[in-house]
Structures are given as structure tokens and as C-alpha cells.
């Protein structure tokens, strides 16, 4: 298993301020690794894609896009143009 950190950063918006940069970054090494890799363990597919979706609210269809990757992978399974075209518009 790698390290996780979670990065915060602070910032103004372009345009609503004259400043465009970053005005202070943490990094927070308090992060609690919550064993996703483990609860993914003996859940069916459909399970598995539901709980890739909860990891993160902000990244829910590219983490089910890539837990269904790594599935079809595993299992040798390809998938069509068409499905990889939709895919890329997500």
C-alpha cells in the first residue's frame, strides 16, 4: 500500500479577485485511511461499483469508470468503440 495525503488548498477564483495564485497550502498528515481495498473484498460487482462511487462524491464517475476498468482487465473482457466513446465523454 502507498502513502496517502490529503492536500488543501486555498485560493482566489480568477477573475472575482486581482490575484490569481494560491495563498497558503497544508498538507494534511492527520488522514485516516479508511481500507477501501478491503471492503471492496467478496462484493459482487455491482457492490463494488456502488462503493467506488461513495469513495469520493467529487471523483464518483471516474472512480466507477476506473473500478470498471480494472474489472473488464481482470477478466479479459473487451469492451466496444461505442462503450470507449461514451467513456471519454464522462
Not at 41 to 52: M, P, S
Not at 63 to 87: C, F, G
Request: net charge positive.
Amino acid at each position: 500500500m502507498g502513502t496517502h495525503v490529503s492536500i488543501r488548498a486555498r485560493s482566489l477564483l480568477p477573475g472575482a479577485f486581482p490575484v490569481k495564485s494560491i495563498l497558503r497550502a497544508s498538507i494534511d498528515l492527520s488522514w485516516k485511511h479508511r481500507n477501501i481495498e478491503n471492503a471492496m473484498i467478496n462484493k459482487t460487482v455491482y457492490k463494488g461499483v456502488q462503493l467506488a462511487e461513495k469513495v469520493c462524491s467529487n471523483f464518483a464517475v471516474a472512480h466507477s469508470v476506473a473500478y470498471t476498468r480494472a474489472i473488464e482487465h481482470a477478466l479479459d473482457i473487451h469492451i466496444s468503440l461505442q462503450t470507449k466513446n461514451w467513456r471519454s465523454i464522462l
